[in-house]
């Protein structure tokens, strides 16, 4: 069974509620573990068109896959988590040996900072994504 998802609500409905003559095309979608998703392949074309060949640039949901790992931003992010705990980790520990690597310390202090920028920016990307679709 077909869904559609609704812009206005940003629910499924599903898709024998909604006119195929309107001009909607059908694609399948793919639905990520950490609740993204993405398009896939196109499904069936409506019976409107621009020209020959084109869709009419309504994308409705055909058929949703359910994927059981994260989508690659939030892949990304745990990467960047992961690199910065094991940073911590080290910081940590050179503290408690003693402060003679005062540079090195450093250094991965600043490398913290940055993995802090990018998982920040990345956090951005994605609610971003995520609210665009809300609209």
Same mark, same amino acid.
């Given at each position: 069974?077909?869904?559609?998802?609704?812009?206005?609500?940003?629910?499924?409905?599903?898709?024998?509620?909604?006119?195929? *003559?309107? @001009?909607?095309? %059908?694609?399948? *979608?793919?639905?990520?573990?950490? @609740?993204?998703? $993405?398009?896939? $392949? %196109?499904?069936?074309?409506?019976?409107?068109?621009?020209?020959? @060949?084109?869709?009419?640039?309504?994308?409705?949901?055909?058929?949703?896959?359910?994927?059981?790992?994260?989508?690659?931003?939030?892949?990304?992010?745990?990467?960047?988590?992961?690199?910065? $705990?094991?940073?911590?980790?080290?910081?940590?520990?050179?503290?408690?040996? @003693?402060?003679?690597?005062?540079?090195?310390?450093?250094? $991965?202090?600043?490398?913290?900072?940055?993995?802090?920028?990018?998982?920040?920016?990345? *956090?951005?990307?994605?609610?971003?994504?995520?609210?665009?679709?809300?609209?």
């Amino acid at each position: 069974m077909a869904v559609v998802l609704s812009p206005l609500l940003g629910e499924l409905l599903p898709a024998n509620r909604i006119n195929r *003559q309107a @001009g909607m095309c %059908f694609y399948n *979608q793919k639905r990520f573990a950490c @609740g993204d998703w $993405s398009w896939t $392949s %196109f499904a069936h074309r409506c019976n409107y068109e621009y020209r020959t @060949g084109e869709t009419c640039g309504m994308r409705l949901v055909n058929m949703t896959e359910n994927e059981k790992t994260n989508c690659r931003l939030c892949e990304k992010i745990e990467t960047k988590y992961r690199r910065r $705990s094991a940073e911590v980790d080290r910081l940590d520990r050179w503290k408690r040996e @003693g402060a003679t690597l005062v540079a090195s310390m450093d250094r $991965s202090h600043k490398l913290i900072m940055d993995l802090e920028k990018e998982i920040r920016s990345l *956090q951005r990307e994605r609610d971003d994504r995520r609210s665009t679709l809300l609209r």
